[in-house]
């Protein structure tokens, strides 16, 4: 048999309840990839479309999350991180020596 509850206790007993399932809503706001996902870019190189640098995908550029996926960021960090309009690759580069 069910003991008959007050509108107070029933409201503490919804305020638990609540605390105890995760809100669907919240999203993590910065998800970290696992090392199955770190393993699938490790060696993989690209170029940078900003300033040509080339270099491993997991430490020149690094991964983001899009759509459910982990793909590996556009720009390399450097351009990422300059406040310049475009970060112009070294001199040796340019030239292709």
Do not use: N
């Not at 029933?10 to 105890?20: D, S, V």
């Not at 720009?75 to 070294?90: D, G, L, M």
């Amino acid at each position: 048999m069910t003991k008959k509850m007050t509108l107070e206790e029933m409201q503490a007993e919804l305020a638990r309840l609540k605390r105890l399932v995760p809100d669907p809503k919240r999203q993590i706001r910065h998800p970290k990839p696992d090392r199955v996902v770190e393993e699938e870019f490790r060696g993989k190189k690209k170029s940078c479309p900003r300033c040509g640098k080339e270099g491993d995908i997991l430490d020149e550029f690094g991964l983001r999350m899009y759509r459910g996926k982990w793909r590996p960021q556009s720009y390399c960090r450097a351009c990422r991180s300059s406040t310049t309009p475009h970060a112009a690759p070294p001199e040796s580069e340019k030239d292709g020596r």
